[in-house]
């Protein structure tokens, strides 16, 4: 995938969550989670507020290209 400049994207795929409060029929919400291995415990966080969790799907997540000579976040 490449920008409007010609340079190379970075696509991460994380999940998104869709969750609903059973006793409020018109309250529901999109949890995004960058990766596979926070997918358990955002799903027990909700769980254990209410929240029932209807789907866990991919969503693409486009990240910026950085600078040359930065480091990475950790």
Request: glycine share 10%; net charge positive; proline share 11%.
């Amino acid at each position: 995938m490449f920008d409007r400049c010609g340079r190379r994207r970075v696509v991460r795929v994380g999940l998104k969550i869709l969750y609903r409060n059973p006793r409020r029929p018109g309250e529901a919400g999109m949890k995004l989670v960058p990766d596979q291995s926070q997918r358990a415990a955002e799903k027990e966080i909700l769980e254990g507020l209410g929240f029932t969790v209807i789907e866990i799907t991919p969503a693409p997540f486009a990240q910026a290209p950085r600078p040359a000579g930065t480091l990475p976040r950790t």
